[in-house]
């Protein structure tokens, strides 16, 4: 069965720390994996990773994806207290033609200030 | 260009009724899939809608099911509402080709 596995499940830093958070995953017929935020609601797209070792970066986030040992991580520096938030990593597959995402428990991240 | 939007945003229902949610994906968007969130279980996938086809269904019982429309607007339906339905229901909408999925704000039903 497929899974995503996101580490740690919860996380408390200060402002101007950097963290890595991780995911693994076991998906058959991988096609990407997606990294999302999710603060009172919807979650809101972060990046997609097709790619192994090409590191997506976004202002002070980054994600790199491993193909060889099925996991990423998304590293965010210089943390503010508006990155505290659930963040979710979801993988897809190119099974039947279709855009199902298989999502992991997420990891709350509270930044203090 | 709008996003995904979803109604109703909140919804109070009584055990043993049904509830139809509501999607619209972003303007051009053909794909539409549905997820039920909840604390213990995570974000689910449900369905997959692809012009006004299912295409790929979750591990939901036959009580949840969906529709797509010509102008790829979706809905979801839950019969016979049971407690364990209360959840965040998120419908994401998907571009052409393998693209991202993008999120609507959900709809927070609520059985009671």
């Known amino acids: 069965e497929d899974k995503v596995v996101q580490s740690p499940l919860s996380l408390v830093v200060h402002e101007g720390d950097t963290v890595t958070l991780n995911c693994s995953y076991e998906v058959t017929n991988f096609r990407s994996l997606l990294w999302y935020k999710q603060e009172k609601k919807a979650p809101t797209f972060l990046f997609m990773l097709t790619s192994s070792g090409i590191e997506k970066k976004s202002g002070r986030l980054s994600s790199i994806l491993d193909k060889k040992e099925l996991f990423s991580i998304l590293n965010i520096t210089a943390t503010q207290t508006g990155d505290s938030a659930i963040y979710l990593c979801?993988?897809?597959?190119?099974?039947?033609?279709?855009?199902?995402?298989?999502f992991g428990t997420g990891t709350l991240l509270a930044v203090q200030p | 260009k709008a996003g995904v939007t979803q109604t109703p945003r909140y919804l109070i229902k009584t055990r043993g009724q049904q509830v139809t949610l509501s999607c619209s994906p972003i303007?051009?968007?053909?794909?539409v899939s549905w997820y039920q969130q909840t604390p213990g279980q995570g974000l689910q996938f449900l369905f997959e809608?692809?012009?006004?086809?299912?295409?790929n269904k979750g591990n939901f019982p036959g009580r949840f099911s969906g529709r797509q429309f010509s102008n790829s607007r979706s809905e979801m339906n839950v019969s016979t509402l049971e407690l364990g339905d209360s959840a965040l229901y998120l419908c994401a909408s998907t571009g052409t080709g393998w693209s991202e999925q993008y999120f609507g704000p959900g709809t927070r039903l609520t059985v009671t």
């Open positions: 979801a993988g897809s597959n190119y099974g039947g033609a279709t855009n199902k995402l298989i």
């Open positions: 809608y692809f012009s006004e086809t299912q295409r």
């Open positions: 303007s051009g968007h053909r794909s």
